[in-house]
Every structure is written in C-alpha cells, then in structure tokens.
C-alpha cells in the first residue's frame, strides 16, 4: 500500500502535468498539518505566527518598510505563495508580492493591543500570507507597535530570527531597493521546490510500515479530552483568549526536553482529569542534508501522548523512542492511530513549542532596536499552548481558548506547569 506522502505525491503531478495551468508548489507534511487544521476549523480560519514589537513614535516609514518587505516575498516563494486545495490535495499557487502595511486606529479608549487584536481576528484567509500592522500606543501614541504576521503554513517558529534578520537588512537598503532580478527569483524558486521534495522523500521513507506500526501502538489510546467550546458567550469585551506568564531561575544548559514534557503533562492533568491520555505536540526535526534553507520548510508535529507512566526516566525513554520516529508526517500518524482502533481526529489538546534567547535576534530598522512584546488575548487555536524561552532566565508562558477553559482551571493547570520546572531551593545549613 502507497505511504500517504506517495499519494500525495501522485496527487500533486497530476495537478502539476504542465498543461498550461498556473505553477503550483507541493507542500510538506508539516505545511499539510495546517491545511488539514484550517480545513477543520468551522470558519476555515488558519493559524497565524505573529511577532509584535515596539519602537519610538516616528521610527517606522511605512513606504520603506513595504518596500522591504514585498522585496522578501519576491525573493521568498513561499512569502508570495496562497495555500489551495484542489481535488483534495493541497499545494501552493504562487503569486505577484504583495506585503500590505496596513496602518490601525484606535478609538478613545483602545490601545494597540485591542486594535491588533482586532486586526488578526478579521484575517482573510485568502489573502497574502505575510502581513505588517502598525499600531500608535502609550500616552498620546509616544511608541508605535509593528506586528509581522505570517499565515503557519508559510513559516515557523524557527524560521522567524532569519525572517527578522532579512527584514531589517532590506529596510537599511531604503525604499528605493530594486526587486531581486528574475533570475535570483528563479533561482530560489527551483531552491524552493527542491528542496520541498527532497523533504517529501524523507517523509515517505519515514512513513515506512515500521513507523506505522510504532505510532499506532504509541498512541491507540489517544483521546482528544478537551470539552467543546462552552455555550455561553464571553462577557461584552471579553478577550478569547487568557494568558500566564512567569520567569524562573534556569539552569547553564537549559531544562531538558523531557522535563518539559513533564511540566505540560502536570497542567493537562489539571485540565483535563488524571490519567487521561491527551495528545499534546511539539515541533521538531529538519531538514534534509542536501535541501537549500529555504523558508517554508520547516518542522514537523510530533504528537506525544501525556500517558507514559510515572517513573522519572519514563518520559525521557518514550521520548527518545519517538525521535527515532519524528519525521513520520502528522497526518500519516494520524492514519496510523485510527488504524490501530484511537477515535482521535488530529486535533490536538496542548501543544509546546521552545525557543533560545540568544538565536532570537531584535527587529532592527533604520539603526532602531524594537522590544520584543506579547499582545495578549488573542484567540488561541485548541485548549492551550505553553511556550518556553531558554536563556539566563526560564521565561514561560502559557495561553487558552477561554470558550473551552474557564480561567481559574486554566490558571491551577498554570500553577501545577511552574511547579514541576521550578529550581529547588538550596537546603539550609
């Protein structure tokens, strides 16, 4: 039986047979994840990657930044390109660059924050997957918040520090910067493809009926626990998302893994009852040794069940285990869960990403350096989602659909995360 990357593939060139239909892209399995999410999703809404950042009143010049940015998504397929899905099989259909700047007001009252969140809210899914706000905020609009914004499928989390870096450098160039020449475009275009399919062989490889049967006995026993939203609406004003955020103390090397893994296993516990076996995910992997860095290739979801036992090394083991297996595409993995008798959809409870300070360099433009911020509040996508910045402090967070969870539970599941990854205090003497 073909792999579901190899159907894919099959799929894809018969779209693809050059007969005079518009160019279009395969996507990976990671970029096929967030089709299959979005095509979930009641309103068809996708996921987006923000980024948000403050700088003095008058720092942005919103032609110059336009400028810079419609230069990457010329230069960058992926930046320019809209997800379809035609006949059932999705791929990317790229496009002219077009980067709105799209300047936001505020009402006596509002601040940037509401505002943006309001912007991301009314995302047109069929729009261009990047996208610039800029907001005034502070007394008198003293600071002006830019927020870059990406749709999933065109980037991740790892991506985003060469996204910034590339950003800034054609901002420094200045408004009047030439588009990259056509054959620097069509150079990154084949960069582009090749590398996609190279991606797309490891993932067939990695769909081997071993791996298959791996997953299927991991996660038989998955369930998607979270109730469904809660009938009754928000309170006028009410923002649809809630949110923690705590810095502790870390150690040199950082808090491994596995003791994350743990930390999020405590706060589904709270969630959603002890001994529940939650599907939660993270991102992981890479790419191909010989596949060109190009942007929109990028992570896969590993799905790790909360259920692995109760000794310390158990989740370390189970862990290391599903290593061996992480570049199975998720939703082969989801194929092999039904297979082997699990009710999950693919839709998952948690999920857990982490970063590194120190490979997160600032948004610099015009020789001004933005600070970094986090918009509260905005909607989350599933039930909640930890994020975990390692450098010379643990800066964790934490966010929640508030239609699904109510903010006290949410906020005890917060409690019980903290606990598990906080430095024990020294013995007295």
């Known amino acids: 039986m073909l792999s579901i990357t190899s159907?894919?593939?099959?799929?894809?060139?018969?779209?693809?047979?050059?007969?005079?239909?518009?160019?279009?892209?395969?996507?990976?399995?990671?970029?096929?994840?967030?089709?299959?999410?979005?095509?979930?999703?009641?309103?068809?809404?996708?996921d987006l990657v923000p980024m948000f950042?403050?700088?003095?009143h008058g720092t942005?010049?919103?032609?110059?930044?336009?400028?810079?940015?419609?230069?990457l998504a010329a230069l960058h397929p992926v930046l320019r390109s809209r997800l379809t899905v035609l006949r059932g099989t999705p791929a990317l259909r790229p496009a002219e660059p077009q980067v709105p700047v799209t300047r936001l007001t505020c009402a006596p009252g509002e601040d940037a924050a509401t505002v943006l969140r309001r912007a991301l809210a009314g995302w047109a899914p069929d729009g261009p997957p990047l996208r610039l706000f800029l907001a005034q905020d502070g007394p008198g609009g003293a600071d002006e918040v830019l927020a870059v914004v990406l749709d999933h499928t065109a980037c991740d989390g790892q991506s985003l520090a060469r996204l910034v870096e590339e950003l800034g450098a054609a901002y420094e160039e200045g408004a009047g910067t030439e588009r990259p020449s056509a054959h620097e475009v069509a150079t990154e275009l084949a960069a582009y493809r090749d590398a996609?399919?190279?991606?797309?062989?490891?993932?067939?490889?990695?769909?081997?009926?071993?791996?298959?049967?791996?997953?299927?006995?991991?996660?038989?026993?998955?369930?998607?626990?979270?109730?469904?939203?809660?009938?009754?609406?928000?309170?006028?004003?009410?923002?649809?998302?809630?949110?923690?955020?705590?810095?502790?103390p870390a150690p040199p090397a950082?808090?491994?893994?596995?003791?994350?893994l743990d930390a999020c296993r405590a706060a589904a516990a709270v969630l959603f009852g002890a001994g529940q076996v939650v599907p939660l995910g993270y991102p992981w992997g890479g790419r191909p040794p010989a596949?060109?860095?190009?942007?929109?290739?990028?992570?896969?979801?590993?799905?790790?069940?909360?259920?692995?036992?109760?000794?310390?090394?158990?989740?370390?083991?189970?862990?290391?285990?599903?290593?061996?297996?992480?570049?199975?595409?998720?939703?082969?993995?989801?194929?092999?869960?039904?297979?082997?008798?699990?009710?999950?959809?693919?839709?998952?409870?948690?999920?857990?990403?982490?970063?590194?300070?120190?490979?997160?360099p600032p948004l610099r433009?015009?020789?001004?350096?933005?600070?970094?911020?986090?918009?509260?509040?905005?909607?989350?996508?599933?039930?909640?989602?930890?994020?975990?910045t390692q450098g010379p402090q643990l800066h964790l967070r934490m966010v929640w659909d508030r239609a699904i969870l109510p903010d006290d539970t949410a906020e005890s599941a917060f409690t019980a995360l903290a606990g598990a990854l906080r430095t024990p205090a020294p013995s007295a003497r």
């Open 7 to 46: 159907q894919y593939l099959a799929r894809f060139r018969r779209l693809d047979a050059g007969d005079g239909a518009p160019a279009l892209l395969p996507v990976t399995g990671a970029q096929r994840r967030f089709a299959l999410v979005r095509a979930m999703d009641p309103d068809g809404r996708p």
């Open 53 to 56: 950042f403050a700088f003095p």
């Open 60 to 71: 942005v010049d919103p032609a110059r930044l336009a400028a810079a940015a419609n230069r």
């Open 196 to 248: 996609v399919l190279l991606q797309l062989d490891a993932e067939e490889r990695a769909g081997s009926p071993a791996a298959m049967a791996y997953w299927g006995e991991r996660l038989r026993a998955v369930r998607e626990q979270a109730p469904a939203p809660r009938p009754q609406s928000l309170s006028p004003g009410a923002a649809p998302g809630g949110s923690a955020a705590l810095r502790l």
């Open 254 to 260: 950082g808090v491994p893994f596995p003791e994350l």
């Open 291 to 360: 596949a060109a860095p190009v942007l929109g290739c990028f992570l896969n979801t590993v799905v790790f069940p909360t259920a692995t036992g109760d000794a310390p090394s158990a989740t370390a083991e189970s862990w290391w285990d599903d290593l061996d297996h992480a570049a199975t595409p998720f939703d082969a993995v989801v194929h092999a869960a039904r297979a082997a008798g699990s009710g999950w959809t693919g839709r998952l409870d948690g999920m857990l990403t982490v970063d590194d300070s120190r490979r997160h």
């Open 365 to 388: 433009l015009g020789g001004v350096t933005g600070r970094e911020i986090h918009v509260d509040g905005r909607a989350v996508r599933g039930p909640f989602a930890v994020s975990v």
